[in-house]
């Protein structure tokens, strides 16, 4: 009479269902994250590559563009006509550089080509952590779980190589100055206006970091876990 007690407790069947689903906080999907990219690093930083050089691209683009701005406020001639041998496209009333269209679809079909290669990247992983994602939803991992876990591992890749590659070309853009127009180079530049650059290519390469792997870590979170643990691997 008691089991049947309990089973007419009055709480619906779906609510009971919903206690038994995996629920895990914030700092163990991170720490699941981490183990997941240490035990895939070579496929982690064929991804992570991919985006260093994009971001370091635009990185090294817009810091050069920071630097010739600071050396042209200088107003000396001769600055002006090196900066036009560099292959600044300047006009008499110019004050300022900026990138020039061809750079800008060169810095568009980098980080697009960056994209696709985050996107397949993240595809193949799926593929083989089929029985892994299944077994996961058989123990009661819900959609969002699984989704959660694809958007850290890559946050966490996005961060390192966006940041890796902001940091190496903004010092390839100062030592290319450097080189050319010596200690004038460090002086005369706004280097508050350099440093936003480099953020700024840091953050645009974890967006696209998260952009690329949405797509896949939708077709991971959706995946019936019948169909996943059939896959043979």
């Not at 269902?17 to 895990?24: E, I």
């Not at 999907?29 to 691209?57: G, H, N, W, Y």
Request: hydrophobic share 50%; proline share 3%; glycine share 8%.
């Amino acid at each position: 009479m008691q089991n049947h007690a309990i089973f007419h407790t009055g709480v619906p069947e779906t609510s009971q269902k919903m206690d038994k689903l995996l629920v895990l906080p914030f700092l163990k999907s991170l720490e699941i994250a981490v183990k997941s990219i240490q035990v895939r690093f070579f496929r982690s930083m064929i991804t992570t590559i991919s985006l260093v050089l994009a971001v370091s691209f635009l990185s090294f683009t817009n810091v050069s563009s920071d630097i010739a701005n600071g050396l042209l406020a200088t107003g000396d001639r001769t600055i002006r006509q090196s900066l036009i041998r560099s292959g600044y496209d300047l006009r008499s009333e110019d004050t300022s550089v900026g990138s020039s269209p061809k750079q800008r679809w060169i810095i568009v079909l980098s980080l697009l080509v960056c994209v696709v290669g985050i996107v397949n990247a993240q595809l193949m992983a799926v593929t083989e952590r089929f029985r892994e994602i299944g077994t996961m939803k058989c123990l009661g991992a819900l959609n969002r779980f699984i989704l959660r876990l694809f958007l850290l591992e890559a946050g966490i890749q996005g961060l390192i190589g966006s940041t890796a590659g902001a940091i190496v070309g903004g010092i390839f853009a100062i030592l290319n100055f450097f080189i050319r127009f010596g200690t004038l180079a460090l002086t005369a530049p706004k280097w508050e206006q350099a440093i936003l650059s480099i953020v700024t290519a840091s953050l645009t390469g974890c967006f696209l970091s998260l952009i690329g792997v949405m797509y896949p870590a939708l077709v991971a979170a959706r995946m019936q876990p019948v169909e996943a643990m059939r896959v043979e691997q």
